[in-house]
């Protein structure tokens, strides 16, 4: 079984900080991207930050400068720290990653459950 579990969401202040992060189990052949997005309650899912095999990572306008995601040293994890976090963010966030599994010859996008992020007035 391929699994992707995120954890660190928990209840802040604004303008306090979070490190998410989200490891990836199962028999993997190679992971090409990884994607971090959030869900508000009552709104559409949305695109947060993304980090490719080569390194290089894209934000969402309405985190970039504050938000940075990062492979862990451990090779199927990702993280994403938070800094100066509103009340806008949040939100449920939940990992991504287009993963090739061994034996499979194509790659395949699977989810995390979420962890949920509440950040206070």
């Known amino acids: 079984q391929l699994e992707l579990a995120e954890s660190g969401g928990d209840l802040v202040q604004a303008g306090g900080s979070l490190r998410l992060s989200c490891a990836a189990s199962g028999i993997i052949f190679d992971i090409n991207s990884w994607n971090w997005y959030r869900q508000a309650r009552g709104k559409q899912r949305e695109w947060v930050a993304g980090?490719?095999?080569?390194?290089?990572?894209n934000y969402a306008d309405s985190v970039k400068g504050r938000f940075t995601i990062s492979r862990g040293d451990a090779k199927y994890t990702v993280y994403l720290e938070m800094n100066s976090l509103k009340p806008e963010d949040t939100a449920i966030y939940y990992c991504n990653a287009n993963i090739r599994r061994t034996g499979s010859g194509r790659y395949d996008d699977y989810w995390g459950q979420g962890t949920q992020v509440t950040v206070s007035s």
């Open positions: 980090i490719i095999s080569g390194g290089r990572t």
